[in-house]
């Protein structure tokens, strides 16, 4: 009787230490299987770029790779240099050179792109009837132009505390970034306000 106890124990012993080993081997697999899934997801994650170009054709921003006509004359020139002077913005401790070059990227930049059409589209707009202008669509025109600057600049991820040490490379080239954006945004500030100035003047009526 002692030794069927005895073997009747071993055996449930055995069957308890099997079971044990397989529940652990399955909450382990379980725990692989939910990492796995965790690190697919970081890897599918969308970059910030993606992410931005959806919302911007999203919002209706893309006009698509349109590579229309894109200048700086004298007077975009000036006010361009006017919205890059002030003391403590990127521009602050730029020489004359640093300065041409950055101009020279953003127009570059700017010419790729669809700002020239972007830019007909307003003074479209601006001048269209004379004087008679519908002021929330040109407002509209000029907010998306600005909001795809801003959604561009975004992606860039521009290290803006880096900047403050241009004298290392990581320092030298955010600060650049952050130029070429500044740059931009003054030229198309400087675009925007030479169309509402120069929209032919409403037509008199004859005098009876």
């Known amino acids: 009787m002692v030794d069927y106890s005895r073997r009747l124990n071993l055996v449930l012993a055995i069957l308890f230490a099997f079971v044990s080993v397989i529940a652990a081997q ?3 697999s379980d725990g692989q299987s939910l990492g796995d899934v965790a690190r ?3 890897q599918t994650k ?3 770029k993606v992410i931005d170009n959806d919302e911007m054709t999203r919002r209706g921003l ?3 790779s349109v590579n229309a006509s894109f200048d700086c004359d004298p007077d975009c020139v000036k006010h361009a240099k006017a919205g890059t002077s ?3 913005g990127e521009f602050r401790n730029a020489t004359e050179q640093q300065w041409q070059d950055s101009f020279a990227a953003a127009v570059a930049d700017l010419a790729q792109g669809d700002w020239g059409q972007r830019l007909s589209e307003i003074r479209e707009e601006a001048c269209r009837n004379s004087g008679d202008v519908d002021a929330k669509r040109l407002h509209a025109l000029e907010d998306e132009m600005f909001t795809k600057l801003r959604l561009e600049a975004r992606a860039k991820n521009i290290d803006e ?5 241009p004298n290392d490379a990581a320092g030298a080239e955010a600060l650049r970034q952050l130029r070429l954006v500044r740059m931009k945004q003054a030229i198309l500030d400087g675009k925007v306000d030479i169309i509402e100035h120069s929209c032919p ?3 008199k009526a004859p005098v009876k």
């Open 26 to 28: 399955a909450q382990s």
């Open 40 to 42: 697919t997801q970081r």
């Open 46 to 48: 969308p970059a910030a």
């Open 62 to 64: 893309d006009h698509g």
């Open 86 to 88: 002030y003391g403590n």
């Open 161 to 165: 505390a880096a900047a403050a040490h």
């Open 201 to 203: 003047a409403p037509a």
